[in-house]
C-alpha cells in the first residue's frame, strides 16, 4: 500500500520522539527531571516524547544538552526538519503543470556547487536533450494525470540544464550502463541523446562514469538520487521525492555514491559503451 504524505510525516515525527524518549532513557533521567532541566513543564515533555508536539530547534538542543549527548542535537534537529518537509508527492507536485516542477528547481542548482547524481535507469535531468525530455515527461504527465505542458516544460528543463556550461558548478553523474539501452522516444531521439553524453562528458566541469553491465559489483543498483553539496540528498520513489538533510544519512548516501562511483568507468571506456549503445539503435 502506498504510503501517503501525511502518514509518512507522522512516521518521521515519531522516530524523532521516540529518538529523544531514549535519550532520556540512556542518561537514567525521569520526564520530570529532565523537565526541570530544560527549564519546561512536565506536560511538555510528554507531548514531545509522545509525537503530539514537534520540537523547536531550541527544544531539541535544551533535550540533547540535559542528558548530556549536546553532540547528537544537529542530526535530531534536522531529522526533526525532515519530518515536515522530507515526503512530497509527485501527484502534487505536478498538479500545477510540469512546466512549474522543471522551474522550482532553478534556484537549488544555482545556489549548488558540487551535484552528485546515480541513475539507474535514466539519462540524468541535467544531460537529457529536449527529444529525450519529451518522451520522458510525456509518460510521466499520463503517470500523475498531470496538465499536459509537456512541450514547454522539456523547454524549461533543457534551458534549466544550462547550468552545466556555467562556471562554479560541478557535476560528478554515474549512470549504469542500461541507461544507455532504455529507448525513450524514437530512434533518432534516442540517438541524439546518446551523441549529447558524449559531448556533455567530455565538458570539464561534467565527470561522467558508466558502469558496466558486465562490472563486478561491489553495490547492487540503488534508487535515483541527487546529492547536493553534501548538505541534500534527494531521492526519486514512484509515488514521490523524498528529501534527506540528516548528516548520518546524507553520509550514508555519499558513501554509497563512492562505491557506485569506483565500479564506472571513464573517458574512452564509457565513450566505447555509449558508441555501442548508438550501433545498435540500427
Known sequence: ?????????????????????????????????????????????????NARTAPSPDDIRRWCHACGADDQ???????????????????????????????????????????????????PGLLQTEGYARALLTGVAALYEAPNDVDQAAAARVQRNQIIHQPG??????IEESTLRYRLGDADAMAAQLGYLLTAGALPSVSLGIIPSTAQRTLWPQELFHVYDDQLVSVELMSARVRVTQ??????????????????????DARALILRAIESLH
Open 1 to 49: 500500500m502506498a504510503t501517503s504524505p501525511s502518514s509518512s510525516a507522522q512516521a518521521e515525527r515519531e522516530r524523532v520522539a521516540r529518538r529523544l524518549r531514549d535519550l532520556r532513557a540512556d542518561a537514567g533521567l525521569s520526564g520530570t527531571t529532565l523537565a526541570e532541566r530544560c527549564g519546561w513543564t512536565h506536560p511538555k515533555t510528554s507531548r514531545l516524547e
Open 73 to 123: 542535537a544537529d542530526d535530531i534537529i534536522a531529522q526533526s526538519r525532515d519530518a515536515e518537509t522530507s515526503y512530497m508527492e509527485w501527484r502534487r507536485q505536478v498538479s500545477a503543470g510540469l512546466k512549474r516542477l522543471q522551474d522550482s528547481y532553478v534556484d537549488l542548482y544555482q545556489a549548488t556547487e558540487l551535484f552528485r547524481i546515480y541513475t539507474p535507469t535514466l539519462v
Open 169 to 174: 558548478h560541478r557535476f560528478v553523474i554515474v
Open 247 to 268: 548528516p548520518s544519512e546524507v553520509a550514508l548516501y555519499l558513501r554509497a555514491f563512492e562505491q557506485l562511483r569506483s565500479m564506472a568507468v571513464y573517458g574512452a
